[in-house]
């Protein structure tokens, strides 16, 4: 069983063992009583702020972790700002090769239509050559003459022809070897090309990888943060728990106290009890007024008792509406209660003071004041009245106490 749901049992426990145990009891020995349930407590209050004091511990280290994460965090946004950077030149690069790989082939592309046209123009010297007789090659050209003078002549072409074939022979020469070198230029860019791209896949991979670390420790950190705040809630509702019930038996155990010291009447089953101790001077019904002197209607019973220190209880469980001064009434106090879905009124009258105020919510057999002679009286007593329903003008609600309390 968890702390919280022992103290919530042990309230429960608590409040249920007050209102079942006889007050007849409780009036005798109901202080030692409260007194062993208010050490049982303090011994659950002493554990469970030992509880507390863990969880103090628990929640800064937590929040340690939490610096500590949102450090990482920070870290990792640098990193994967570097990341994007490196992309960015890798992409540039890559761009870079190519632009270099298009233009190596533009040029080469030149390279060989200037290849080509030398070809051209060898073929179209070739046919001159044949068409002034031969074969093509110089030597049968030169043989080819018919005479000495056309064989000095044709040598003299043949030798211009030669010269100018050999520097169209250099020229493409020395294109064929631009394309090689060309070409084994265009390979090399490809393979740094094919390089770069893959950098660039591996640099995304793990711009990828941090970011989805990034997202895991940031989900950790929310996590964290609920366990914080569910841990301060469960801090916060046990206090108030322990609170709420050393309250409360701090509350009873002056209750009971005051039957000690006050010498409260006897609390006693039923909906109503006595309201306080003494004998009983004048009944519900008519009867001649003893300052008027004329017979009218006494809508209650008068209760008196010789001392100072008489004390008046609540009837029943109940409300507070009026707690107030009246010039007939003196000192009075008017209690509501609800009894089995049934609205009642009780009044309290010539007391010598109040210790009660409106709207407190009160058990019976609570004090409500000392027995007086304040108001319209003529000696110490109480005059106690009970209505059914609420208390109105010319009192046509009220009834005979007789019938409800045992005097």
Known sequence: MNLKKKIIITGVALVIGMNVIPYKVLANDKVSELNEKQSKIQQEQKTVNQEITKKQEKVTDIKTEEEKLKKDIKELDESVKGLNKKIRDKENEISGFNKQIEELMK????????????????????????????????????????????????????????????????????????????????????????????????????????IEEKQKLMEGLAEKKHLIESDIYQLEEEKELLLAQ?????????????????N???????????????????????????????????SGIDIAKAGSSVPVVVAADGTVIRSYYSSSYGNAVFVSHNINGEVFTTVYAHMQNRAVKQGDTIKKGTFLGYMGNTGNSTGQHLHFEIHIGPWESGQPNAVNPRDHVNF
């Open 107 to 210: 040029e080469k592309e030149q390279i060989l239509d200037r290849m080509d046209n030398r070809y051209e123009l060898m073929g179209n010297r070739l046919r001159v050559l044949q068409e002034k007789g031969g074969n093509g090659s110089y030597l049968e050209v030169l043989l080819g003459s018919r005479s000495f003078g056309e064989f000095i002549s044709r040598v003299s072409a043949v030798s211009t022809i030669i010269d100018a074939d050999q520097e169209i022979f250099n020229s493409h020469k020395e294109d064929k070897d631009e394309v090689e070198k060309t070409e084994k230029k265009i390979i090399d860019k490809k393979e740094k090309l094919e390089i770069a791209k893959k950098e660039l896949e591996d640099l995304k991979k793990e711009l990828k990888r941090q």
């Open 246 to 262: 050393e309250v409360a038996i701090k509350k009873e155990l002056r209750r009971y106290e005051n039957y000690k010291t006050l």
């Open 264 to 298: 409260l009447p006897t609390i006693t089953d039923g909906d109503f009890m006595r309201p306080a101790d003494g004998r009983v001077t004048s009944e519900f019904g008519m009867r001649v007024h003893p300052i008027f002197g004329e017979k009218k209607g006494h």
